[in-house]
Every structure is written in C-alpha cells, then in structure tokens.
C-alpha cells in the first residue's frame, strides 16, 4: 500500500485547507497525524473503514473534520480556522486499528509520505 498524501500549502490564519490522502486500502481505518521537527508525531484524526466513527484529539474537535470517500479510496482532512500551531507536516495511514488504539502511531500500518501545512499569522 502506498499512500500519497496531498492538499497542504502556505496559508494565513483563520484560512482553510483541505487534505487528501489516496488510495485507501479496503477495509481499513484511516488516520491523520502530524509532526514538526520540535514535537513527536501527534494524533489528529481518524475514521473507521465504514466512515460512520470518528475520533479527534481535543484540540482539533470542531475544527477539523475527516471524512472518506470508499468509492474513490480516498481519505480527506478539512481544515478550518487553522492557527499558527498547526503547522506540521501532516501524514495519513492506514491500519487495521482497535478501539483503544486509534491514537496512537504505531497501530497503523501503512504511511502516505507526508504533505506540508504552514498556517502564517
């Protein structure tokens, strides 16, 4: 499986950013993560194979939304009111993930090859 992530760019505070990671593996949960050189790789998002549960971590509920298109084996990260500190690579995997695991890195089994997301103020 090979992910390509995509849809990261240069843009201002308050802006939006859509991210696309293709093609997703059937069957599988989907996660978004970031890191930035001063930080370990953080959870951000993901969506189980069915798209009906999805987890976010605090910081970005209601900011960020995940969604998946099964048809086009296509995971996306809409973005709104980004801040300054999101910026970050941001990668999308793939994993056949538990419950109890979905935050964390290393259930995950397959990574996209990052895309980059720098939010100015």
């Known amino acids: 499986v090979q992910l390509q992530a995509s849809g990261g760019g240069l843009v201002q505070a308050g802006d939006s950013l859509r991210l696309s990671c293709a093609p997703t593996?059937?069957?599988?949960?989907m996660g978004w993560f970031r890191q930035t050189p001063e930080k370990e790789r953080e959870f951000v998002a993901a969506?189980?194979?069915?798209?009906?549960?999805?987890y976010y971590a605090d910081s970005m509920k209601g900011r960020f939304t995940i969604s998946r298109d099964n048809a086009k084996n296509t995971v996306y990260l809409q973005m709104n009111r980004l801040k300054p500190e999101d910026t970050a690579v941001y990668y999308c995997?793939?994993?056949?993930?538990?419950?109890?695991?979905?935050?964390?890195?290393?259930?995950?089994?397959?990574w996209g090859q990052g895309t980059q997301v720098t939010v100015s103020s």
């Open positions: 969506i189980r194979w069915n798209g009906g549960i999805t």
């Open positions: 593996p059937n069957g599988y949960s």
């Open positions: 995997a793939a994993g056949r993930v538990i419950v109890s695991s979905v935050r964390s890195s290393n259930a995950y089994n397959y």
